[in-house]
Nanobody, 129 residues
Framework: QVQLVESGGGLVQAGGSLRLSCAASGRASSAYYMAWFRQPPGKEREPVAGIRSAGSSAYYGDSVKGRFTISRDNAANPVYLQMNTLEPEDTAVYYC??????????????????????WGEGTQVTVSS
């Protein structure tokens, strides 16, 4: 089992920045692939970013490319999501997810919620205009 705990959410004005953290515990070494998803009010959960390991290429959703950066040192350290130039449309509950299965880790694979075995409880991000 892997337990995920997100932190770093809050209220920020448009144009501001936040950094989210996701701490993994338990069998963290089995979290081969880590990702962030978000669920805006009244909408479905959507992929934001994903990464295999430090130094590997990352996946980003089209709406966050160039503004958000996902990073990860190793399985023992948190996964971060640096969010810059935030927009009101970024308002959502942000969830950390971990996949304990091997895969191609392509963009299509990263976007599929069914590939993730563990989820955090989420952290609220609210961007005011």
């Amino acid at each position: 089992q892997v337990q995920l705990v997100e932190s770093g959410g809050g209220l920020v004005q448009a144009g501001g920045s936040l950094r989210l953290s996701c701490a993994a515990s338990g069998r963290a070494s089995s979290a081969y692939y880590m990702a962030w998803f978000r669920q805006p009010p009244g909408k479905e959960r959507e992929p934001v970013a994903g990464i295999r390991s430090a130094g590997s290429s990352a996946y980003y959703g089209d709406s966050v490319k160039g503004r958000f950066t996902i990073s990860r040192d190793n399985a023992a350290n948190p996964v971060y999501l640096q969010m810059n130039t935030l927009e009101p449309e970024d308002t959502a509950v942000y969830y950390c997810a971990a996949a304990s299965r091997m895969g191609p880790y392509s963009s299509n694979w990263s976007k599929d919620r069914d590939n993730y075995d563990y989820w955090g409880e989420g952290t609220q991000v609210t961007v005011s205009s």
